[in-house]
C-alpha cells in the first residue's frame, strides 16, 4: 500500500432495472434507478471504503448521471482528479432485467457514451504515475480508449515496482473487436492476481476443466487465483498449490450484480494491506455476499467495521 494508490480504469455507468423479473425490455414496464454502476467503479468504491487508497480514470458526461456518479465515488474517498467530464457525451448507462432462472437481459450504451472516451488524458497520467497497484475489469477492454490507459498503467505500474489484478468479466455482449480479446490477453500475461467468477476461469485457461485450468494459469506466472462461486462461496489458489475453500455467507439475495467487483475490491484491499489469503479470503466473501442483500450494484458496498460485525453475526452456507 505504501507504494500508492489502487487504480482502475473505464466504465462508469448509471444502473436502471427492471421491478419485474422477465425476458427483456420489449414492453413498456417499470423501472428503478439510475443507481451509480459499472463494474470498474464498483470496485473502486469498495476500495475506499474499506480504506484503501484509491482512484480511477474514467470518464461521464456533464449531467445528473455523471454527478450521481462522481459526488458518490469522492463522499467515498476515491481520488476522482482522472474523472474526465465530457460536453459532447452523455454518461453511459445500463438497463438490466433478471430472468426467472437468474440470467441478466443487458441494454448497455457504453462504447458511445461519455464512458467510450476514457483516454490517456494528463490528469490520468498523473494518477497513474502515483499509483501503486492497477486493477484491471475485463468489461474496460470493450472500450479502445480504456484499453490504451490500461495497458500504459501496466507499464508505468509494473515499472514502479507496483503490481496487477485482473477480473476477466468481459461479457459476449461486450465482446466488440479484435483489439478486446488481444488486450485481454496481454493484461492476462501481465497479472499477479486473478479474480474469475465460474466460466471465467475456463474462457481464461482455455481449459474446461477446474483444477487443469487453475495449474495451467498458475503455471504460466499468476501469482494468487481466486475463483468465485456466487452463493457457492469462493477458493483461493496459491502458486505453491495451496487452496482455500470459503463456504459464503447464508444471506437473502435482494439483486446479485456487484457482488464480483466488492468481492475483488475487498480481496485485494485486504492483501494488501497486509492480511493472509485466508483472512482476505473471509473478508470478500462477506464483502460479496452483503452486496447482494441490497438492491443497486454500489449500494452493498462495505466498510472493515461492517464487514467484521457481518462476520460475527452471519451464519454460513
Ligand atoms: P457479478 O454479479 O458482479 O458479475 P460475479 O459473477 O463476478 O458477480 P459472484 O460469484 O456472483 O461473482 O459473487 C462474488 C462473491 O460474492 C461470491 O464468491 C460469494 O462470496 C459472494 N456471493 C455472491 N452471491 C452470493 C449469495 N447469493 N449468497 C452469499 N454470497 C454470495
Ligand atoms: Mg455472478
Not at 502458486?239 to 475483488?264: H, K, L, M, N, Y
Request: aromatic letters at 6%.
Amino acid at each position: 500500500e505504501a507504494l500508492g494508490p489502487t487504480v482502475t480504469v473505464g466504465e462508469i455507468l448509471v444502473e436502471i432495472m427492471a421491478t419485474t423479473v422477465g425476458a427483456g425490455f420489449r414492453e413498456p414496464q417499470a423501472l428503478t434507478g439510475p443507481y451509480p454502476s459499472g463494474a470498474p467503479a464498483i470496485f473502486i468504491d469498495q476500495v475506499a471504503r474499506m480504506g484503501g487508497a484509491a482512484g480511477i480514470v474514467a470518464s461521464v458526461g456533464n449531467d445528473d448521471f455523471g454527478r450521481l456518479n462522481v459526488d458518490r465515488l469522492r463522499q467515498d474517498g476515491v481520488d476522482v482528479s482522472a474523472i474526465a467530464v465530457s460536453e459532447d457525451w452523455p454518461t453511459g448507462s445500463a438497463f438490466v432485467r433478471y430472468r426467472p432462472d437468474g440470467a441478466r437481459d443487458f441494454v448497455f450504451n457504453i462504447a458511445r457514451s461519455a464512458a467510450g472516451q476514457v483516454g490517456l488524458t494528463p490528469a490520468a497520467k498523473d494518477l497513474i504515475g502515483r499509483a501503486g497497484h492497477v486493477h484491471v475489469m475485463g468489461t474496460a477492454l470493450s472500450i479502445p480508449g480504456a484499453r490504451e490507459v490500461i495497458l500504459y498503467a501496466i507499464e508505468t505500474v509494473r515499472a514502479r515496482g507496483g503490481s496487477i489484478s485482473f477480473d476477466p468479466n468481459l461479457r459476449k455482449e461486450l465482446l466488440t473487436d479484435d483489439g478486446a480479446l488481444d488486450s485481454f490477453n496481454q493484461v492476462l500475461g501481465a497479472a499477479d492476481l486473478l479474480l474469475p467468477s465460474g466460466e471465467e476461469l475456463f474462457t481464461a485457461a482455455g481449459l474446461n476443466d477446474e483444477v487443469a485450468a487453475v495449474a495451467s494459469l498458475l503455471e504460466s506466472g499468476i501469482g494468487e487465483i481466486v475463483l468465485k462461486r456466487g452463493e457457492q462461496g469462493a477458493s483461493f489458489f496459491g502458486r505453491d498449490r495451496q487452496r482455500v475453500d470459503c463456504a459464503a455467507f447464508a444471506v437473502d439475495e435482494i439483486d446479485p450484480t456487484g457482488a464480483g467487483d466488492s468481492f475483488g475490491a475487498a480481496y485485494l484491499t485486504c492483501r494488501r494491506k497486509g492480511m493472509t489469503p485466508d483472512a482476505a479470503l473471509l473478508h470478500a466473501n462477506a464483502a460479496g455476499a452483503r452486496n447482494v442483500t441490497r438492491l443497486g450494484p454500489m449500494e452493498g458496498v462495505s466498510t472493515l467495521v461492517e464487514l467484521a460485525a457481518f462476520i460475527a453475526e452471519t451464519p454460513r452456507r
